[in-house]
């Protein structure tokens, strides 16, 4: 890398460098009026040639627009793609997909994006953009950058207000320009920059004036990825100052993503007078980080700069926290802030105007990463509502003011000491939470108002479920440790498990956000799921007391097997079920939507239940002990359901006879036996296809009503994620969905 500055204030030739596969053009700075005040703004075009591996088919453009009105702090954005950019992604990620992406993830992108085309917070229009060189003129739709012989021209509607914006932007420092700006791996760009340009012109014929500052870069992939046999993702983060003393500062590192390790980081200081120099002392240091409720991604939104060899030191903070934008995938959304910086600069203070760009954040490079993340937030939320050590507050919170005094340490040891025993033990699969916040997102109600409470109800109500499940299967380990009632004894678990049932309604009677209707109808919800796990709990208790090797040969005989279905939509499916339902309560949604999410949610449940019942069979799962899988319980399951009937007769009576006795049950050597007859029936890889396919009918129905967005392709990604458990070794520990 090396540093061109130029003396002269004139504009150098910025058309495109079509030899190079990737190119933009960003524009960003303020403008204001009497009328309408001080705006920030954002404007970027990029040029892409579409070609991957052995796939290539020309170029097509992108085009993001952001604004930011300062006094209010609202922001709005555009984010507009070439749709001969969609059928090229689709291929690309599919023929040779970057190893540093998560399979999964990929997967469920193309096949959403495919099927339903693009979440609807990204505009296609076409045709693409149209660009002439010597000089510049770029053309797209209401959108136009072109440069005359001093000064550039840029004219675009704002998002949202729909105003138009005509601008004349003239130089008023040198450009610099910094060449073969290389990452690790050699993939290089050119960097031409105009640090400071006087912004004239009009917005819907008001006159307003203010400051830009314009990039012109070019060169090759790798500035995003190592390319398709590495894991390497690459991100950056970039601040562009203007001082107060007429002075500029650019600031760039460039990331492994998945590392966070800086491969590249360097500065260029443009003093009032405009010479530029490159400096390579920098350092930025995350000072508070922002997660988006929308692509989840967590950006490092405050930072520090500290330059040693200039004694310069520098806060930078956002004008608002929300500044991201959505883009085309695998990318997914981008965070492009204004702000403003205070620090000093040796010994002096010093502020001024700056915007900090994210990129790469909102990779998913690692869906355990991204799930660890949500069950923190989970588990932070649940912390909030119920405490470990009881006071007197917490109780009078919880059933009203005491008459004399409550017990708190009895109400600790018996209630909050094994609950949270349980809840600390982590190894369960807490995605309920998860599939109720993304499918409120889906139904486009901002999903952050209502996420504790969809994560202390759902989450609780699960593990009271299990700590009473584990009582009434008689089971000895939950989670790798003992199970509640023998580690604190059988009354103390009852009373935790059905403590935790009924707690998180006292949340739902008290919780914000929510009408009176809705909240009766959110209750009216519980009140039937509460029902109905109770029959699909009684049901299996039923079938397990009774088996033996004449009733099941009787049962197998009745159409067990949608017998079994039905305990599944009741014991599993139920809770899902509720989820869905609720969000569509909070939504608002019609009937007819409110009926497909329901039943989506009903098919999820089911599907992820046999998914777990086949898991139990995975050498994954087997391996951390034979006897606590279905076969040493008795558990009549759709798997081992299949399994007698695919089996030949011989090895099904086998089966049989090791299933219907407790004494055979109890030897580890022959449940290991009955493990690898269910195996080799056939009847794990039946019952995988029948999951996938009564799911993708499912979704078909469900995507008729809900529009392509972040979180219905999220959601997607859920349960394609959770029916491939026990297909890789690498998501072992969230399995089974316990």
């Given amino acids: 890398m090396h540093l061109r500055s130029e003396t002269q204030i004139r504009l150098g030739d910025e058309s495109p460098r079509m030899g190079f596969p990737v190119e933009w053009w960003f524009v960003q700075g303020r403008f204001e009026s009497e009328k309408s005040g001080r705006r920030e703004f954002m404007v970027s075009l990029f040029r892409h040639a579409l070609e991957w591996g052995s796939i290539s088919a020309g170029n097509a453009y992108s085009l993001l627009i952001s604004t930011l009105e300062e006094s209010s702090r609202s922001s709005a954005w555009l984010s507009q793609i070439d749709p001969a950019t969609v059928p090229f992604l689709v291929a690309a990620l599919r ?15 193309t096949d959403e994006i495919e099927q339903y085309g693009l979440p609807k917070s990204i ?17 797209w739709g209401d959108f136009e950058l072109s440069q005359t012989e001093d000064a550039f021209v840029l004219g675009f509607i704002e998002p949202e207000t729909e105003r138009r914006c005509s601008f004349r932007l003239t130089p008023v420092h040198p450009r610099f320009h910094l060449a073969d700006v290389a990452v690790a791996n050699g993939g290089s760009m050119d960097y031409v920059s105009y640090t400071r340009l006087a912004l004239e012109g009009d917005v819907d014929g008001e006159t307003v004036r203010g400051e830009a500052w314009l990039d012109h870069q070019w060169g090759s992939q790798g500035w995003f990825v190592a390319g398709e046999n590495t894991a390497q993702i690459f991100g950056w983060d970039w601040l562009g100052v203007q ?7 650019l600031v760039m590192v460039i990331r492994d993503q998945r590392s966070g390790a800086a491969l590249c980081q360097y500065a260029v200081l443009v003093d009032e007078g405009g010479a530029a120099r490159l400096l390579r002392d920098v350092e930025i240091t995350p000072r508070a980080w922002w997660t988006s409720p929308v692509s989840d991604a967590s950006y490092p939104v405050a930072c520090q700069v500290t330059i040693p060899s200039l004694e310069l030191e520098l806060d930078f903070e956002p004008l608002v926290l929300d500044q991201e934008i959505p883009i085309f995938p695998p990318i997914r959304a981008v965070w492009e802030g204004a702000g403003r910086v205070e620090g000093t600069w040796a010994g002096r203070a010093i502020g001024g105007h700056a915007r900090l760009e994210l990129h790469g954040y909102a990779y998913l490079l690692d869906l355990e990463q991204h799930l660890d993340k949500a069950v923190s937030r989970i588990r932070t939320d649940i912390e ?14 919880f059933a009203g ?10 109400q600790t040891a018996v209630l909050a000491k094994p609950l949270w025993d349980f809840m600390d033990r982590g190894g369960g699969n807490p995605w309920r939470p998860i599939f109720g916040t993304l499918i409120l997102g889906a139904l486009g ?14 989450e609780m109500l699960h593990d009271g479920l299990l700590v009473i ?9 939950r989670r790798g440790e003992d199970c509640i009632h023998l580690r604190y004894g059988v009354d103390v678990a009852i009373n935790a498990g059905n403590a935790a049932y009924f707690l998180p309604m006292l949340l739902l009677r008290d919780y914000p956000h929510l009408s009176d209707a809705q909240r009766l109808e959110l209750f009216r919800i519980l009140t039937r799921l509460y029902v109905r796990v109770h029959l699909g709990q009684g049901q299996d208790i039923y079938w397990s007391k009774s088996l033996t090797r004449e009733q099941l040969r009787l049962w197998m005989d009745d159409s067990i097997d949608a017998k079994i279905i039905q305990l599944y939509t009741l014991k599993t499916a139920a809770v899902v079920e509720a989820g869905a339902e609720g969000a569509c309560v909070i939504a608002q949604t019609d009937e007819a939507t409110k009926r497909v999410c329901c039943d989506f949610g009903r098919c999820f449940g089911v599907a992820f239940q046999i998914v777990n019942d086949i898991v139990e069979f995975s050498p994954n799962v087997i391996g951390r002990g034979a006897e606590s899988s279905d076969i040493a319980a008795g558990k009549l399951s759709y798997v081992v359901a299949k399994a007698l009937r695919l089996l030949p007769a011989a090895e099904a009576a086998r089966l049989e006879t090791i299933f219907c006795s407790p004494a055979l049950r109890s030897e580890p050597s022959v449940v290991a036996e009955g493990i690898d007859l269910v195996q080799r029936s056939g009847a794990l890889a039946l019952c995988r296809r029948e999951a996938h396919e009564m799911m993708t009918e499912q979704w078909k129905r469900f995507s008729a009503h809900v529009p392509p967005s972040e979180p219905k392709t999220m959601l997607r990604v859920l349960w394609t994620f959770l029916l491939s458990l026990g297909c890789d070794e690498r998501y072992a520990k969230f399995a089974p969905g316990n």
């Fill in 95 to 109: 023929t040779a997909p970057p190893a540093g992406l998560d399979p999964i993830a990929v997967r469920s992108l």
């Fill in 123 to 139: 505009r296609t229009l076409a045709p693409g953009a149209t660009i002439e060189s010597a000089p510049l003129r770029a053309r």
């Fill in 243 to 249: 001082l107060e003393n007429d002075s500029e500062l």
């Fill in 384 to 397: 909030s509502f119920l405490p470990r050590t009881f006071s007197q507050a917490d109780l009078e919170r």
């Fill in 401 to 410: 003011p005491a008459d004399s005094e409550y017990d708190t340490m009895a």
């Fill in 445 to 458: 109600v901002e999903p952050t108002p209502y996420s504790s409470l969809i994560s202390i109800t759902a």
């Fill in 469 to 477: 499940d584990d009582i009434v299967d008689n089971s000895r380990l």
